[in-house]
């Protein structure tokens, strides 16, 4: 689990360095569009995956316990890349003209909301197992 997340930390930090080098000269525009759009298929693909699996997992959920394993590295990620996106939202909002183009930072509360119910529902299932 701490590697996933070590994985996950080093990627946006590659990512970030990477982003830093195209910032230097007629690449600047091209690259941050390039970087929005990729952070955005990313993030679009591992939304679609955790909910596809916190749909599975609530369907046998309580019948087969090794589900809620998958759906708590779901819910970390997660809140990973909700937390990724409001920053890269606040990044972004601050660099635009006007400052008016926030959908990055709705997006991660959207993914980070989605990770709360996640956590909801893990609660309350281990909760239901135990007792």
């Known amino acids: 689990m701490i590697r996933g997340v070590g994985v996950i930390a080093f990627a946006i930090v590659a990512v970030w360095v990477v982003a830093h080098m195209l910032y230097i000269g007629p690449v600047q525009d091209a690259a941050e569009v390039t970087m929005l759009w990729v952070l955005g298929f990313a993030t679009v693909s591992l939304v679609a995956a955790a909910i596809v699996l916190l749909a599975v997992a609530m369907a046998v959920g309580n019948s087969r316990p ?42 991660g509360l959207c993914v980070l909301a989605g990770a709360g119910v996640v956590h909801w529902w893990v609660v309350r299932t281990v909760r239901r197992q135990t007792a």
Do not use: K
């Open 66 to 107: 090794a589900w809620v394993r998958f759906v708590r590295v779901a819910r970390n990620v997660a809140a990973v890349v909700g937390c990724a996106l409001i920053l890269v939202g606040l990044l972004h909002y601050r660099d635009t003209e006007p400052h008016g183009e926030i959908q990055w930072m709705v997006f």
